[in-house]
């Protein structure tokens, strides 16, 4: 397994891996939002105290949900690199981040807009929101750190440390409506039975789209990466030259 990972840490290697699997995951990534959102919004029913107000779950929940996930997967992927000095973990970590802003973005705005009917208030400095908050400020201090350095290898320490350092903040998101009293409600419990099943299973659909929507974004962004940092090696020039297969 080891071998198959130090294999991957191969920046040619890895980018010929993500040119073969990003069909793959665009292709279901669509079919599983589509499934999901043309279920939802229109052959669910409307719910029996927020109406159909409570439709725009099926774009808010996955992006709630995935900008934590997404927040996780970049910390693996920053200790990998800074404990075993893998090149590829902090493009792969620096990869995912504008894809968990944009997702945290969305997340803030549609839970807004929710809330709006439900609170009375577009905002308010309730603990689920703020600390959300707080991850979008984390993601673009990532993003803006590892443009600060010229030297890759510094951007990518420094950026893995802060990611590292950030990870506190997942498990307040994710207790807060249980450790305050705050306006945001519970634990829907969307794996579980807590829901109508006509509800919740394209509200898992979307969530499987969202999840398959990151990897498919963070694969070409990765492979954007890869060519940039790696310009000078001669197999770049294959690859724009189109002498070799991407």
């Given at each position: 397994?080891?071998?198959?990972?130090?294999?991957?840490g191969?920046?040619?290697?890895?980018?010929?891996?993500?040119?073969?699997?990003?069909p793959w995951?665009?292709?279901?990534?669509?079919?599983?939002?589509?499934?999901?959102?043309?279920?939802g919004?229109?052959?669910?029913?409307?719910?029996?105290?927020?109406?159909?107000?409570?439709?725009?779950?099926?774009?808010?929940?996955?992006?709630?949900?995935?900008?934590?996930?997404?927040?996780?997967?970049?910390a693996?992927?920053?200790?990998?690199?800074?404990?075993w000095?893998?090149?590829?973990?902090?493009?792969?970590?620096?990869?995912?981040?504008?894809?968990?802003?944009?997702f945290?973005?969305i997340?803030?705005?549609?839970?807004?807009?929710?809330?709006k009917?439900?609170?009375?208030?577009?905002?308010?400095?309730?603990?689920?929101?703020?600390?959300?908050?707080?991850?979008?400020?984390?993601?673009?201090?990532?993003?803006?750190?590892?443009?600060?350095?010229?030297?890759?290898?510094?951007?990518?320490?420094?950026?893995?440390?802060?990611?590292?350092?950030?990870?506190?903040?997942?498990?307040?998101?994710?207790?807060?409506?249980?450790?305050?009293?705050?306006?945001?409600?519970?634990?829907?419990?969307?794996?579980?039975?807590?829901?109508?099943?006509?509800?919740?299973?394209?509200?898992?659909?979307?969530?499987?789209?969202?999840?398959?929507?990151?990897?498919?974004?963070?694969l070409?962004?990765?492979?954007?990466?890869i060519?940039?940092?790696?310009?000078?090696?001669?197999?770049?020039?294959?690859?724009?030259?189109?002498?070799?297969?991407?």
């Amino acid at each position: 397994m080891w071998k198959w990972i130090h294999q991957l840490g191969r920046p040619e290697r890895l980018y010929q891996l993500c040119g073969r699997l990003i069909p793959w995951f665009a292709v279901a990534g669509a079919a599983a939002l589509l499934l999901g959102w043309i279920w939802g919004f229109g052959f669910a029913p409307a719910d029996y105290q927020q109406g159909d107000s409570f439709r725009i779950m099926y774009i808010h929940v996955p992006a709630a949900m995935w900008s934590m996930g997404v927040y996780a997967a970049m910390a693996v992927a920053a200790f990998t690199g800074l404990v075993w000095q893998i090149k590829m973990a902090d493009l792969v970590s620096t990869a995912m981040a504008p894809v968990g802003a944009v997702f945290t973005f969305i997340a803030l705005i549609t839970g807004s807009a929710w809330g709006k009917p439900m609170w009375g208030t577009w905002w308010i400095w309730d603990a689920r929101l703020t600390s959300e908050l707080v991850l979008l400020f984390l993601y673009m201090g990532v993003m803006a750190l590892y443009q600060s350095f010229d030297d890759r290898r510094t951007a990518g320490r420094a950026a893995g440390i802060l990611i590292l350092v950030g990870v506190v903040n997942l498990p307040i998101i994710h207790f807060s409506v249980q450790w305050w009293n705050t306006l945001h409600q519970g634990s829907s419990g969307i794996l579980q039975q807590a829901i109508a099943p006509s509800m919740r299973t394209p509200l898992r659909w979307a969530i499987l789209g969202y999840l398959l929507l990151f990897v498919t974004l963070t694969l070409m962004r990765l492979r954007n990466l890869i060519l940039y940092t790696e310009r000078h090696r001669p197999w770049v020039a294959d690859v724009a030259n189109g002498g070799r297969k991407a």
